[in-house]
């Protein structure tokens, strides 16, 4: 699929230990994208989403904005690597 992209997001606020990954997945699941969700050391939460650049900005959007868990602070986004990493389905890590 040469219209895919690699978008990888780190979002910040009250998003870990209040479902914030399994809620990611799920709208992940929806607009058909694979990657994962990860907590980071830090208290961030990493997403890595591969598919189509509509799909993945509109999870984009949905972290920014849509009815999450917890609180969002805030979101930094890179586009880029290679979208072809294997991933099957959307994880939780």
């Known amino acids: 699929m040469g219209d895919e992209v690699r978008m990888t997001a780190w979002v ?5 230990q209040v ?6 997945r799920s709208r992940a ?9 990860s907590n980071l050391g ?9 598919g189509g650049r ?6 984009l959007e949905l972290l920014r904005h ?3 868990p917890g609180r969002v602070d805030g979101v930094t986004e890179i ?3 290679s979208p ?10």
């Not at 830090?42 to 591969?50: E, K, P």
């Open 66 to 68: 849509g009815d999450t």
């Open 29 to 37: 699941l929806e607009l058909g994208l694979l990657g994962y969700a």
């Open 84 to 93: 072809d990493d294997g991933y099957q389905g959307f994880a939780i890590r």
């Open 12 to 16: 910040r606020g009250a998003v870990q």
């Open 42 to 50: 830090d208290g961030r939460v990493q997403v890595v989403a591969v």
């Open 54 to 59: 509509e799909q993945c900005e509109r999870l």
């Open 79 to 81: 586009w880029g690597g």
């Open 19 to 24: 479902g914030f990954r399994w809620w990611t």
